[in-house]
T-cell receptor, first 113, second 115 residues
Framework: GENVEQHPSTLSVQEGDSAVIKCTYSDSASNYFPWYKQELGKGPQLIIDIRSNVGEKKDQRIAVTLNKTAKHFSLHITETQPEDSAVYFCAAILSGGYQKVTFGIGTKLQVIP | GAVVSQHPSRVICKSGTSVKIECRSLDFQATTMFWYRQFPKQSLMLMATSNEGSKATYEQGVEKDKFLINHASLTLSTLTVTSAHPEDSSFYIC???????????FGPGTRLTVL
């Protein structure tokens, strides 16, 4: 099955700085890579995703890059704000049908005002 | 975006009782839903796949007789924790894929505390 490794497990940045979270996956057949943000006591929310036919995707301050050859993908948050503080999970999925999600361990991001 | 709801959001029960958690897809039909369990400061652990009209598929190590799953309609799946014990206290989250192309939408979670 798929195995997703995520790092760092914790990340502290000053407000306004950038944050980068990296993930690697094992199954080269995986073709859909979502990122979820989970605030304390809440369910994960999809914040951005990328498919294997795209190398980079950006949505305002959030961007995701994918290197299929190396089997790794990264989340980039620029101009961080205190409300970005949360736990972020990456995932890798073989889409087609209804596939279960294999999550990374999560990264606790703290944005210091 | 698609919305998935869970009810209740939190429940406290006595040891030995059973607790039912509902997961609903509000604006789309979901033939498949997933149930996860999350311990503090840990990632989500998949417990089972709920299939509308058929038996659920459980992950290795998850007791199917303890965690009963029913997916009776295209918008509702229920997880019943039977004979709950303090070690069952956790955050339970459901998810539903909408398109079959990977996107999944998660419920807000249910905090279960067993005394």
């Amino acid at each position: 099955g798929e195995n997703v490794e995520q790092h760092p497990s914790t990340l502290s940045v000053q407000e306004g700085d950038s944050a980068v979270i990296k993930c690697t996956y094992s199954d080269s057949a995986s073709n859909y890579f979502p990122w979820y943000k989970q605030e304390l006591g809440k369910g994960p929310q999809l914040i951005i995703d990328i498919r294997s036919n795209v190398g980079e995707k950006k949505d305002q301050r959030i961007a995701v890059t994918l290197n299929k050859t190396a089997k790794h993908f990264s989340l980039h948050i620029t101009e961080t704000q205190p409300e970005d503080s949360a736990v972020y999970f990456c995932a890798a999925i073989l889409s087609g049908g209804y596939q279960k999600v294999t999550f990374g361990i999560g990264t606790k991001l703290q944005v210091i005002p | 975006g698609a919305v998935v709801s869970q009810h209740p959001s939190r429940v406290i029960c006595k040891s030995g009782t059973s607790v039912k958690i509902e997961c609903r897809s509000l604006d789309f039909q979901a033939t498949t839903m997933f149930w996860y369990r999350q311990f503090p400061k840990q990632s989500l652990m998949l417990m089972a796949t709920s299939n509308e009209g058929s038996k659920a598929t459980y992950e290795q190590g998850v007791e199917k007789d303890k965690f009963l799953i029913n997916h009776a309609s295209l918008t509702l799946s229920t997880l019943t924790v039977t004979s709950a014990h303090p070690e069952d206290s956790s955050f339970y989250i459901c998810s539903a894929p909408r398109t079959g192309e990977g996107e999944q939408f998660f419920g807000p979670g249910t905090r279960l505390t067993v005394l």
